[in-house]
């Protein structure tokens, strides 16, 4: 990874729709050796995917819950089977195991609380809960998808030039 891969990177996760051969401009490449950075960047893993991001308003998903859970058991078969059951509600966008206080955390998108109230009642359903608290976003203040490339370990002769 070196220098001309991160601004590779940081082009990519502003607009994955660019050409390659405007990303090869901008970062002062021909375009065949570009592609094969990024083919290369894909190969590896570093870009896992590209996507849309939709606008939740648009698409009917404006309410934003996040939902803290605590289990009684924490055994791996009890954590295989909650993440198939998580794995079928498309409403949990993210969903992640904790240290602290509560064990998981999710972030649901539904149009209203009524919609999220539905996935609560599915999800109690499916499999046993300790506890739930759910939080309400009242406001999105940032939101981004783009990964911070200030900590990216460039190689040795990269940082040199």
């Known amino acids: 990874m070196d220098r001309l891969d991160k601004k590779i990177l940081r082009l990519l996760q502003e607009d994955a729709t660019l050409a ?17 950075r990024i083919q290369k960047l894909e190969e590896e893993g570093v870009i896992k995917r590209r996507v849309a ?22 055994s791996a078969e009890w954590l295989r089977r909650f ?9 949990v966008v993210e969903f992640y195991r904790m240290s602290g206080d509560v064990d998981y955390l999710l972030r649901v998108v539904v149009p209203d609380i009524a919609a999220y109230d539905a996935v609560y009642q599915r999800l109690i359903q499916k499999i ?10 009242m406001e999105q203040i940032k939101y981004t998808t783009q990964m911070p490339l200030d900590y990216l370990v ?4 990269s940082r040199e030039s």
Not at 53 to 74: E, G, Q, Y
Not at 83 to 91: D, I, L, M
Not at 154 to 157: H, T, V
Request: charged share 25%; glycine share 4%; net charge negative.
């Open 20 to 36: 390659v051969a405007d990303i090869a401009k901008r970062v002062g490449l021909s375009t065949t050796p570009c592609w094969r």
């Open 53 to 74: 991001i939709l606008d939740p308003a648009k698409v009917n998903a404006r309410v934003t819950v996040f939902v803290s859970i605590r289990v009684a058991s924490h």
């Open 83 to 91: 993440s198939e059951v998580v794995g079928e509600f498309p409403e």
């Open 128 to 137: 046993d809960i300790r506890d739930v608290s759910s939080s309400f976003a």
């Open 154 to 157: 460039l190689d040795k002769d």
